[in-house]
Structure formats: C-alpha cells, structure tokens
C-alpha cells in the first residue's frame, strides 16, 4: 500500500479555474479540550536547515499610495448615501474586475499590485481596506467540495475562506444591532457549509502555511522550514503548524525530531486527522505496526465539523472493505450537512453492495431528490434502474 504525507492545506483549487495552490487551514479541531494546564510548546531545532531572508512586513499593509486612493473614494461625498460597508465592495468590485482568481498566496500589496491571488489573498486584500474604516470584519472558513490530489507522495486537501464586512452600531458593551454586512466571497456554491469564524492571527497563520505548503511542494524544504517558523511564532500550539514540522524534519532525515512531534501532540491531544495518519505512517516505517493501527483508530474521536472530511473519509474506508467504518462516517456527513446528495447515494451504494437492498432504494431516492445538477440527477436515475448490481467503483 502506497504511504503519503498528509498536509491537508486549503487548497484553492475549487476556487480557480486551473491552478491547484491553496489558502490553509486545516482540521484543527481536537479530540477535546486542551488541558487546561499551560503546555509548554516543543521547540524548534534549527539544526539541519538552512533560514532563508524573507519578508517580515505586515500581510495586510498597504502602500501610501494604495491607502489614498481607496480613502479618496471611501470618503466622497458623491458616495455618502452609500452604506460603508457596500462601498468597500462596490470599490472592490470597481477596481479588482480584471482581478485573476489564481491559487497564489499573496499578501495585501501583491495582491492588489498583481491583480491576482486565491481566497486567501482575496481576504486579506479586503482586510487591508476595512481596516482603514471604523467597520467591524471576521473570517469564516466555508466547507465546499475538496479537491484532494496526489503530488507525488504528498496528498492534498483543499477548501475555502471568506470575508464579511460588518456596519453596525453599538449599544452598550457585549451588544449591539447588526445595520448591515455583506461577505466578500467570489466562490459560491449551494452546497457550501459556512464552518467556524477564524480569528485574524490564525488568517496569518494560513497565510505562512500555504506559503510552507507551496515550497514544500516544489521541493524547497529549508523556505518550507523558514514560513513553518513564521506560523509558529504566531502559535507554537497550532496543531497544523506542528504537523507541518514534523513532516519537514521527517522530509530532511530527522525522524526522531518527527516522533517526538507526533508523541507530543498525541499526549497532549492536539491530534488531527493529518497529524494522526502521518504518525501512524511514521510508525509503520519504524515497524510499531500495533501501535500505528491503534492511532489510526483515534479518528473516530475527532470532532470536525467539515462534512465533506467524513465523506471522503468514508468512501477510502469503503474501498478497504471497512464498511461499518465507512458506513458511520456518511452518516456523521449526513448528520452534518443532511442537504447534500453525496452521503446518501455513497450510504445507497454501500448498502446494495450488503445486498440491504430497502435501505439502498431509500438512500438512492433521497439523493435523487436533493441533487440538484441534471447529471447527477440522471446517474441516480440510471442506479434506480440497475439498484443491485451497485458495487464500489470510482
């Protein structure tokens, strides 16, 4: 069985329309609560790689010149009628018509100078703006339908962010009445799940993990080792940050650096979907296979709200033959998202593969009935007509 190294950025690829590269964030949500006791942060051994000089500047800084011309219009009087938070996008909309929606991670500045960049990119720019303004702004991270690649040995995972602009006005402190908002957001579909808001230090935070998963792409592992560094003086705990360096000390030879990683995330429960399938690859390399598959197994415990994660997830398992494991995490996708078409035709096909021909009928129509493109309308359709001889295939 082929091993990959799972970075399980963000990946823009489902925002562009060729390029593959990303905005990150990953499943960082842990088994439970970390203790409440202050852990104190592996360090990191310099040892062994070669920093490279990059830029410090703040990523959501913009030159003089930027900051006047978005000023001069923010504050015409010809707009004055309009709400703040609308002529921040009617000036986004005016000036970033030509803007290319490739995957490049850029800054505010690069951004707006290239007219180009993913998501990511796309909500920093906006930040950089907004923050000239007394308007209120937070980032959400949208689950859509990923995009999972094999590069090489590396297998990655992509998803999406976005930006909302609040006008509002306060009451007393704790509360306020909402005016008005509007999401900055030029990838949208039916199926996206808004998921949790992200703080503006972890946006940064993905920032330099995309930047980190691009060089490590290209085979730069001593700039992959330097953007890792620049995430983990944000948060030393960041568990992504950490699954990050451990591949690259695993990626340069340094294995034990690699384990001691892993064991102390896993002790620590900081453990994500990424960081427990790489360990339990690491593992095996080592060959401590009864502790690999009991690790392994700790992803039942994980609470992550994405349900296209339990999708995926169950659709491996089914092709490994682990239909009960399989068979739980559709319905967790479903319990999650029980709109989407997906879980129900992969529950329909798992069941017609047990012969449970009832069940696979009563999944089947239902995602006949929630799918909402014609083609996958019409091959639901079809597998009504042809329902038990319904096997797993790609």
Same mark, same amino acid.
């Given at each position: 069985?082929?091993?990959?190294?799972l970075?399980? /950025?963000?990946?823009?690829?489902?925002?562009?329309?060729?390029?593959?590269?990303?905005t990150?964030?990953?499943?960082?949500?842990?088994i439970? @609560?970390?203790?409440?006791q202050?852990?104190?942060?592996p360090?990191?051994?310099?040892?062994?790689?070669?920093?490279?000089?990059?830029?410090?500047?703040?990523?959501?800084?913009?030159?003089?010149?930027?900051?006047?011309?978005?000023?001069?219009?923010?504050?015409?009087?010809?707009?004055?009628? $309009?709400?703040?938070?609308?002529?921040?996008?009617?000036?986004?909309?005016?000036?970033?018509?030509?803007?290319?929606?490739?995957?490049?991670?850029? &800054?505010?500045?690069?951004? +707006?100078?290239?007219?180009?960049?993913?998501?990511?990119?796309?909500?920093?720019?906006?930040?950089?703006?907004?923050?000239?303004?007394?308007?209120?702004?937070?980032f &959400?991270?949208? !689950?859509?339908a990923?995009?999972? @690649?094999?590069?090489?040995?590396?297998?990655?995972?992509?998803?999406? /962010? &976005?930006?909302?602009?609040?006008?509002?006005?306060?009451?007393?402190?704790?509360?306020?009445?909402?005016?008005?908002? /509007?999401?900055?957001?030029?990838f949208?579909?039916?199926?996206? /799940?808004?998921?949790?808001?992200?703080?503006?230090?972890?946006?940064?935070?993905?920032?330099w993990?995309?930047?980190?998963?691009?060089a490590?792409?290209?085979?730069?592992?001593?700039?992959?080792?330097?953007?890792?560094?620049?995430?983990?003086?944000?948060?030393?705990?960041?568990?992504?940050?950490l699954?990050?360096?451990?591949?690259?000390?695993?990626?340069?030879?340094?294995?034990?650096?690699?384990?001691?990683?892993?064991?102390?995330?896993?002790? &620590? %429960? +900081?453990?994500?979907?990424?960081?427990?399938?790489?360990?339990?690859?690491?593992?095996?390399?080592?060959?401590?296979?009864?502790?690999?598959d009991?690790?392994?197994?700790?992803?039942?415990?994980?609470?992550?709200?994405?349900?296209?994660?339990?999708? !995926?997830?169950?659709?491996?398992?089914?092709?490994?033959?682990?239909l009960?494991?399989?068979?739980s995490?559709?319905?967790?996708?479903?319990?999650?998202?029980?709109?989407?078409? $997906?879980?129900?035709?992969?529950?329909?096909?798992?069941?017609? %593969?047990? +012969?449970?021909?009832?069940?696979a009928?009563?999944?089947?129509?239902?995602?006949?009935?929630?799918?909402?493109?014609? @083609? !996958?309308? %019409?091959?639901?359709?079809?597998?009504?007509?042809?329902?038990?001889r319904?096997?797993?295939?790609?």
């Open positions: 069985m082929r091993a990959f190294l970075i399980s /950025v963000l990946i823009l690829g489902a925002c562009t329309s060729s390029n593959r590269y990303h990150l964030r990953t499943d960082t949500q842990t439970q @609560e970390i203790p409440d202050i852990l104190t942060p360090l990191i051994i310099d040892d062994g790689f070669t920093l490279k000089d990059i830029p410090s500047e703040n990523i959501f800084a913009l030159s003089a010149e930027h900051q006047a011309h978005f000023l001069d219009y923010f504050n015409h009087p010809i707009h004055s009628t $309009e709400r703040p938070h609308r002529r921040i996008k009617k000036y986004l909309e005016k000036y970033l018509n030509k803007f290319d929606y490739r995957g490049e991670t850029f &800054n505010a500045r690069q951004a +707006l100078d290239s007219q180009s960049g993913n998501c990511l990119s796309l909500a920093i720019l906006s930040t950089a703006f907004t923050k000239l303004t007394d308007l209120d702004y937070k &959400n991270l949208v !689950h859509v990923p995009i999972y @690649e094999e590069l090489g040995d590396i297998q990655v995972l992509s998803s999406h /962010v &976005n930006f909302t602009i609040y006008d509002k006005k306060k009451v007393e402190p704790g509360f306020f009445y909402a005016l008005g908002k /509007v999401t900055i957001d030029y949208r579909t039916s199926s996206a /799940v808004t998921s949790s808001e992200v703080s503006e230090k972890e946006l940064s935070i993905m920032y993990h995309n930047l980190t998963a691009d490590l792409l290209a085979g730069n592992i001593d700039l992959a080792f330097t953007y890792t560094k620049k995430a983990y003086n944000l948060d030393p705990l960041y568990p992504e940050t699954n990050f360096l451990a591949v690259l000390y695993n990626r340069r030879g340094y294995h034990e650096r690699a384990y001691a990683i892993y064991d102390f995330m896993l002790k &620590n %429960q +900081l453990y994500t979907f990424t960081a427990i399938d790489n360990f339990a690859s690491l593992l095996r390399t080592r060959g401590e296979h009864r502790r690999a009991g690790i392994a197994e700790l992803v039942i415990h994980i609470t992550n709200d994405n349900p296209y994660t339990w999708l !995926h997830r169950g659709i491996d398992n089914a092709k490994q033959g682990k009960k494991l399989a068979e995490q559709f319905k967790k996708s479903l319990t999650l998202a029980p709109y989407l078409h $997906e879980p129900h035709f992969q529950l329909a096909k798992l069941y017609a %593969q047990q +012969l449970k021909m009832g069940a009928k009563k999944y089947l129509e239902q995602a006949f009935a929630l799918a909402y493109i014609p @083609e !996958h309308q %019409q091959r639901y359709k079809a597998k009504l007509y042809s329902l038990k319904a096997r797993y295939a790609d």
